[in-house]
Every structure is written in C-alpha cells, then in structure tokens.
C-alpha cells in the first residue's frame, strides 16, 4: 500500500490555526460524529474508559460526555490548537497533544478508542490502527470514521487533468475493502464496515479551495503551495467548473469510511 508523503508538523500547524473556526465549517464532520454517536450507542453502550484519537475540538467527546455522565474520558490530537479548543469543549476529559502512532498510554487502558475524520491524514493507518489494539482492554471496541476513496474526487480529477499529478502527486485515501483489510491486519475482529457519500455544495471551486483551508486540511503533502503553483491552481479550477459548475455551484463529495471492531 502507497505510503502518503505526510509532513506531520505542518498538518499539526494548519489545524492549530483552523481550530477556532473549525466548528463553523465543518459540516460533514458533523454529520460523520452523529453517526458513530449511533454506531458507539450499538456497539459500545457499556463503554466507561473511552479515548478520542484525533479529538480536533473535542466536539465529539463533549457530546459523548453528555450523554454517558460518568464517562472516564481521555483524548489525543497532533494539534496543539486543537487540544485547546478540545479542552474548554470537553473539560471533563484529560486532553494531551499526541500522535496517533505513538500513543501515551498502557496497554488495555480503555473499553472504547474512537477516531473521526483523522486517520486520512497518517501517512497510513496501519501503525494508529495497531496503537488503538494495544491500548483496548479484551473486548474493547474501536470505531473508526475517515475519509475514503472517491473523496473530493471532482477537484482530485481536475488537478490530474491539469498535471497536477506528474508534479507532485495526490493523496491518496482508502478503499472501504482496504479498511476491513488494515483492521484486521491489526489483530481486531471486525465488527463492521459501512461507507456513504456526503456532498457539500459550494459556490465555485475557489470556495472549495478556500474551504479546504479553512478546516485546515489544504496543507496535507509537502510541497502543496495552494494546488502546487498558480498556472496548475488556475487550470485546476477551470476544469473543475467546466465539468461540475450549475444553478447550485459546485459539488465536492465526501467518501466517509466507517468501522467497529473488537479486541479479542
């Protein structure tokens, strides 16, 4: 499997700037936390000890902690940004700025490891997903949320076509197949997987662009200046409207992943 060239500090850094905007963007992100909220409510009702990898700004824990009082809850993102936002969402959980790849706790620590919207941005799941089984006690659930293969496939194909793709290449996201794959690889029964399509309307593809960066997710692979250069950029956007552009504006699709798996 393609390695993805992420650079992690300048992921940490772009989503430290967006964290305190980042709520009022982010609207897929929204729709993705309702449903593992009604996954966790399937799969995990008994869950006391639960970590939130990725936490961005803790507005998943904070609505977790609301419906189960009591909860023993802990969470982790790269951003420090965000592990601020997290903390005054959610100041009934222990917040810390980690990497999924290395978490700082025991091994078993938690009945339930949850993670939405993140693992897209590691240069692969394999090592997070690897980390969560070994924090899980026996029987302790991880569910699992990111962004799979056919997303933002409208700006994806227009950048290719503009050859964007020869000079720097794309990130590249996961098959739902390959999500079974890498759960199980990690030693995790799978419970689980189900995918959707989640389609933001935008006026223009600059508003996707500018979007993008709003959330902080634009500065992904080392050596992506907006789209790579202006020329790439500006035919990118040309070929994105002649395809995509109506009355609504703009599509941009969302591929949303989502797995429940069990330690043994």
Sequence with gaps: MRVNPVDKRRVGAAFSRSAGAYDARAEVQRVVQDRVLALLDEAAPGARRVLDVGAGTGALLARLLAARPGLSASAVDLAPGMCGTARRAAPGAAVSAADAEALPFRDGAFDLVVTTSTLQW?????????????????????????????????????????????????????????????????????????????????PDARAVLRALKAVGASNAVPGRAGLGGRRATLETIRRYEARHLGPAGVPATYHVLYGVARRR
């Excluded at 997070?128 to 409208?154: D, H, I, Q, S, Y």
């Excluded at 964007?164 to 079974?180: I, K, M, P, S, V």
């Design 122 to 202: 590691l240069p692969r799941v394999a090592p997070a997903l690897e980390e969560a089984r070994r924090v899980l006690a026996p029987g302790g659930v991880l569910c699992v949320a990111l962004f799979g293969a056919r997303t933002l496939f409208e700006l994806r194909e227009a950048w290719r076509e503009a050859g964007g793709e020869r000079a720097l290449g794309t990130h590249r996201f996961l098959a739902r197949e390959e999500l079974a794959a890498a759960l199980a690889a990690a030693g995790l029964a799978v419970e689980e997987t189900r995918d959707e399509e989640l389609v933001e309307r935008h």
